[in-house]
């Protein structure tokens, strides 16, 4: 079982940037990737960004793809997804997300494993 905890959300203005931050613990000696997800008000939860147990192989949604960037510090047990470049539409509740396996994945399907979420609102 892994538990994971989410920190780094606000209220920030249109062009800036926040960090999100998730730490995990639990049975965090077996390999797994990390992945974050999103949900605005009204519509269905959908991939933002995901990492590989390695940090080698990312992936990113279209709609975050050169203005987003994740990472992880396995050492710290804890992934962070940069924002920059913050736009209204990015207004969510973001949710980390971690699945059994070392490899990447989209699908929110495939992850055992999530936090409560973070609530990020971007102001115009």
């Known amino acids: 079982q892994v538990q994971l905890v989410e920190s780094g959300g606000g209220l920030v203005q249109a062009g800036g940037s926040l960090r999100l931050s998730c730490a995990a613990s639990?049975?965090?000696?077996?390999?797994?990737?990390m992945g974050w997800f999103r949900q605005a008000p009204g519509k269905d939860r959908e991939f933002a960004a995901a990492?590989?147990?390695?940090?080698?192989?990312?992936n990113y949604a279209d709609s975050v793809k050169g203005r987003f960037t994740i990472s992880r510090d396995n050492a710290k047990n804890t992934v962070y997804l940069q924002m920059n470049s913050l736009k209204p539409e990015d207004t969510a509740v973001y949710y980390c997300?971690?699945?059994?396996?070392?490899?990447?994945?989209?699908?929110?399907?495939?992850?055992?494993?999530w936090g409560q979420g973070t609530q990020v609102t971007v102001s115009s």
């Open positions: 997300a971690a699945k059994n396996g070392p490899l990447v994945a989209t699908k929110d399907s495939s992850f055992q494993y």
């Open positions: 639990g049975r965090t000696s077996s390999s797994y990737a």
């Open positions: 990492i590989s147990w390695s940090g080698g192989g990312t």
